[in-house]
Nanobody
Framework: VQLVESGGGLVQAGVSLRLSCAASEGTFSDYAMGWFRQAPGKERDFVAAISWSGRTTWYADSVKGRFTISRDNTKNTVYLELNSLKPEDTAIYYC????????????????????WGQGTQVTVSS
């Protein structure tokens, strides 16, 4: 599975962005999908995940209520809608795919994901 993220950019606090992650090769619907982010000088952290069917989602507390993950299995794409952006959301955002069927907490663990995109930069200015 190859993953390519897009949609990042430089924005002001309070606005919205939508990140996309397009998958190629493999069977997209076999995989749970996750978004992680890495801020400058920090570890890469879990942001959100969605089950293979799209019926179940999980979020980090820091983004719950502001970010929304979704997927379209007909387009082999997972999305992350970022609303009410804050400067502390500044990071490189990565999508990842993993054959994870047991849900939380495994979908929150980077070690459970087999494939990663190259990342897309999101910078939020105050």
């Amino acid at each position: 599975v190859q993953l390519v993220e897009s949609g990042g950019g430089l924005v002001q606090a309070g606005v919205s962005l939508r990140l996309s992650c397009a998958a190629s090769e493999g069977t997209f619907s076999d995989y749970a999908m996750g978004w992680f982010r890495q801020a400058p000088g920090k570890e890469r952290d879990f942001v959100a995940a969605i089950s293979w069917s799209g019926r179940t989602t999980w979020y980090a507390d820091s983004v719950k209520g502001r970010f929304t993950i979704s997927r379209d299995n007909t387009k082999n794409t997972v999305y992350l809608e970022l609303n009410s952006l804050k400067p502390e959301d500044t990071a490189i955002y990565y999508c990842a795919a993993g054959m994870i069927y047991t849900g939380w907490p495994l979908v929150g663990s980077q070690n459970e994901y087999d494939y990663w995109g190259q990342g897309t930069q999101v910078t939020v200015s105050s």
